[in-house]
């Protein structure tokens, strides 16, 4: 239970950061992605470094929950962090939360539920090898790789997406070399400091953060959060599985998990329909592009930051 309301709260703090540093990113020049002057220019934007501050947050309630829980536990609750980041943008945009998106939150939570009585996932007890590892890293740079290219030869909602599919591949591996690190903290503050996977971990967090900036600054966030949200909890689950031993039921349970992931999805996919927040993408789209037509375009005031 500890790891359940610290992963909860840790879903939280994500969503804090998400709103914060969407609000942020959305108005950024168009012409600063992928360049280093785009968290130049973020650094320099209070929202955005609120944003941070709740991630470091989510970072260390994260790991705290690691502590006492395996991947298969703690990551599918991390995608609680979809409903809480719709639910805080209404309310920082004004928004008023319409019955459909009631109902696309109680079938997410449903799912997530569901999935997690079915599937009763257990810790694993044994630490991966070197050549784990080595695929591990492997596959998971290949993945992020096709992902990113993507990215670049698209546009608009599909950049946003596959950026967000990217980001949550890459948080989830950074979960992987977390769930490593914290099994160095009994031997104290210099042989944490010495561990290859702390390092590691700061490295994978920090690429995952970049990709995340441009998935925010490429697309709105009803288009990113769904991608970002599930992506990591699967991918975190079939790493904790594969690498570390953790133990999930199958034979007729796959269907009631199926089922959870199926609810999961669908209430993710309602979410992103959220009329009235496609709406304040749109608007702050019609601001970053000002000639554009309709309403917000070319002799209309830009939407505040």
């Known amino acids: 239970m500890i790891a ?16 914060l540093q969407r609000r942020a990113a959305r108005s950024a020049p168009a012409d600063e992605a992928f360049r280093p002057g785009l968290m130049w220019d973020l650094v320099r934007r209070p929202a955005w470094l609120g944003g941070i501050a709740a991630l470091i947050m989510g970072f260390l309630l994260q790991a705290a929950a690691l502590t006492s829980g395996g991947l298969a536990l703690v990551q599918p609750l991390l995608v609680a ?4 980041t719709m639910l805080m943008a209404g309310r920082m945009f004004r928004i008023r939360v319409d019955p459909k998106t009631w109902l696309a939150v109680g079938a997410l939570t449903a799912g ?4 997690l009585a079915a599937a009763s996932p257990a810790p694993g007890h044994r630490l991966p090898g070197l050549l784990t590892w080595v695929i591990s ?3 998971t740079a290949g993945l992020l790789a096709c992902c990113v290219a993507a990215a670049v030869a698209s546009g608009g909602y599909a950049r946003a997406v596959l950026l967000g599919v990217a980001a949550g591949l890459g948080f989830a591996y ?5 769930k490593r690190t914290v099994e160095e903290l009994p031997g104290g503050a210099r042989t944490l400091a010495g561990s290859w996977s702390l390092w590691a971990m700061v ?3 920090l690429c995952s953060l970049f990709l995340l900036q441009n998935a925010l ?4 966030l009803v288009a990113v959060q769904p991608a970002l949200t599930v992506t990591d909890p699967v ?8 690498m570390f031993g953790e133990e999930i039921r199958t034979g007729p349970w796959v269907l009631p998990e199926l089922t959870g992931m199926a609810l999961i999805l669908y209430g993710s996919v309602l979410l992103s329909r959220y009329a009235p927040l496609r709406e304040q993408a749109r608007m702050a789209g019609a601001w970053r592009n000002p000639r554009a037509g309709g309403p917000g375009g070319e002799g209309t005031r830009p939407a505040p930051r």
Do not use: I, K
């Open 174 to 178: 950074t979960a992987v070399l977390m």
């Open 112 to 115: 997530l539920a569901g999935f």
């Open 4 to 19: 359940v309301v610290l992963a909860v709260l840790a879903a939280a703090a994500n969503a804090v950061a998400s709103v």
């Open 235 to 242: 991918a975190s689950t079939a790493y904790g599985v594969a």
């Open 137 to 139: 890293a492997g596959v």
């Open 217 to 220: 600054h490429s697309g709105p």
């Open 203 to 205: 490295a994978a967090g």
């Open 81 to 84: 962090e979809l409903p809480f």
